[in-house]
């Protein structure tokens, strides 16, 4: 449900928003994204929807793989998906505790 | 004792029904909001080395190939909201003293609820990150 709400506002932020800035605004818009995203507020929030997202669409391909058949064991395609998810998340957490 | 027996399915046999094809359509919706997460996962490692690469990133993502991508991503958003949407009623019964609320309800309610935040967070950043008042 949360993901239903946020990506397509956060696909419409990057693919509208972002490049109709003005010439000058992409270094305020950079200072305040930095700010915010450096607090921990903005910070967990960032998190949370980038884990969100990639648990989301590691779960469904996960379970995609076994849809199509791939021969990869249950267990093997889940710890591989749920890894990346995991990594991946990670990395995320320690560039915005990086900010 | 006797092994239960396990029918044979072919890896296509999704190909073989509509409604199994718009269920791996579904499905394969995740791949293009992997690879948007991804750019922003890059975006996010921009911002962290400074300005310039931040700059870098943002002209990256204006590029024609992360637009077309972008706007993959935003279609296979928009349809797994909308196929969620059709589906919330079957998952969330509410109650209500006077029984129990329509599934037309839920779901058009869920739906001006996306609208409504599909409108309202990217004009909230435009306003934030062009440097109005909010």
Known sequence: MLLALVGPSLVLVSLVVLPGLDADAPAGAYQRLRA???????????????????????????????????????????????????GLSLLAGAWLLGL | MRRPWQPRQTPLWWWRHPAYRRYMLREATAVPLLLYALCLLYGLYALGRGEVAFQDWLLWMAS???????????????GHAWTWFQLLPKILVLYTPGGQVPAAWLRWGSVGLAVFCWTALPALAWHWLAGSAV
């Open chain 1, 36 to 86: 915010a995203l450096g607090s921990p507020l903005g910070a967990l929030a960032a998190f949370a929807v980038l884990s969100l997202i990639f648990f989301h669409t590691f779960h469904r391909i996960c379970h995609g793989l076994a849809d199509l058949h791939v021969p990869v064991s249950h267990r093997v395609a889940g710890w591989l998906c749920y890894g990346m998810a995991s």
């Open chain 2, 64 to 78: 024609p190939p992360l637009q077309v991508l972008q706007g993959i991503a935003l279609l296979a958003a928009l």
